[in-house]
């Protein structure tokens, strides 16, 4: 756990961070929009579920994360844009299958009905299928980078998004732990793959356009692998403590479905303690960096406090 105290670590007020994950919105709808087939192209039941799901409101966290980052080394927003929409299709895919009747079995993602309620389980199945294989695209296309960088990226998120560690790896272990009583190890494992993994992928993107060395890229990795740990217990936190309209998802559903989070290991307390101390870890894994840390340690922040 950390060894300086929260307020001893790097922290300002989140105006330039609200500002800096406006624009970041806006830049990376744009990019998805131009990938995106028009919903009018045939077959337009896949495009318009496609697009229903990815435009639907999402706090856009992890292209934010990328391009954060890749600003830190000085990365031009052109060559971060393909790179952020693709996190952002394999998120929003990996949503559309976790809401499934056969996974999470959730009706309201985003604030509206989730894509199998709206469009039916088959179309949503192949929703999730198709941004993921397009989000592969977008980095193989992107010419503002080498063809070495693209295949590096491609390899990168492939691997976050899999299994033996990554992604799918993570649901797949959600699926097993419930109604079980895990430990907090096997807990943070399940964590650190369902979220945490795609979560490092999109900074260790940014450091790998931006041309980072290998320390900046180490150090970014064990930043972001603590992030995406604290996004985790968050949202396990979130779902305890906030109501569905804010939340735009079905509050209490973790406690339903007995799943392994912090909050039920621990309390509401205890785990809102190791969120803290798991963000202050986070900060202290940017302190090798010489460059600007201020806009990474405020997403930090965000995660930690972030309300939906
Ligand atoms: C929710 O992610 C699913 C998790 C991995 C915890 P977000 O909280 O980033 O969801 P959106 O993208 O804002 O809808
Ligand atoms: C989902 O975790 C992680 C994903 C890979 C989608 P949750 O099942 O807790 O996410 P929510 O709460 O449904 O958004
Ligand atoms: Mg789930
Ligand atoms: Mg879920
Ligand atoms: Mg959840």
């Known amino acids: 756990m950390s060894k300086k105290s929260g307020s001893q670590l790097p922290r300002s007020g989140s105006f330039n961070l609200q500002k800096f994950l406006a624009a970041k919105t806006v830049a990376v709808n744009e990019a998805l929009d131009r990938f995106l087939p028009a919903e009018k192209c045939k077959p337009a039941t896949i495009h318009r579920a496609m697009r229903y799901s990815l435009f639907a409101g999402g706090k856009r966290i992890r292209p934010a994360i990328l391009m954060a980052v890749g600003r830190t080394f ?5 060559s971060l844009a393909n790179s952020s929409a693709a996190v952002e299709m394999i998120h929003t895919y990996s949503l559309i299958h976790d809401d499934l009747p056969a996974m999470d079995d959730d009706e309201l993602r985003r604030g509206r009905a989730t894509c199998h309620i709206q469009f039916g389980e088959a179309t949503a199945i192949l929703a999730g299928d198709v ?3 397009l989000a592969f695209k977008s980095m193989a296309d992107d010419e503002t980078l080498s063809a070495e960088t693209r295949v590096r990226l491609v390899s990168l ?12 790896a993570g649901q797949q272990l959600d699926l097993d732990a419930e109604g079980k009583e895990l430990s907090i190890g096997e807990i943070e494992t399940i964590h650190r793959q369902k979220t945490g993994a795609l979560i490092s992928a999109a900074a260790v ?12 890229l180490s150090a ?38 007995e799943k392994a989070t912090y909050p039920a290991h621990y309390g509401i307390e205890r785990a809102m303690a190791m969120a803290s101390a798991v963000r202050d870890e986070a900060c202290e894994s940017l302190t090798s960096i010489e460059k600007d840390i201020t806009l990474l340690a405020e997403l930090a922040d965000f995660v930690l406090h972030r309300t939906r």
């Open 157 to 168: 998120l492939a691997e976050a998004s899999g299994t033996p560690a990554g992604m799918v």
């Open 131 to 133: 941004l993921q294989t």
């Open 220 to 257: 970014i990795e064990n930043y972001a692998v603590k992030l995406g740990l604290l996004f985790q217990i968050t949202d396990d936190l979130l779902d305890v403590t906030q109501a569905t309209e804010t939340l735009g998802k079905t509050a209490g559903k973790d406690a339903a479905a």
């Open 205 to 216: 993107a940014g450091a790998i356009i931006a041309n980072a060395t290998n320390n900046e």
């Open 74 to 78: 000085g990365a031009s927003d052109e």
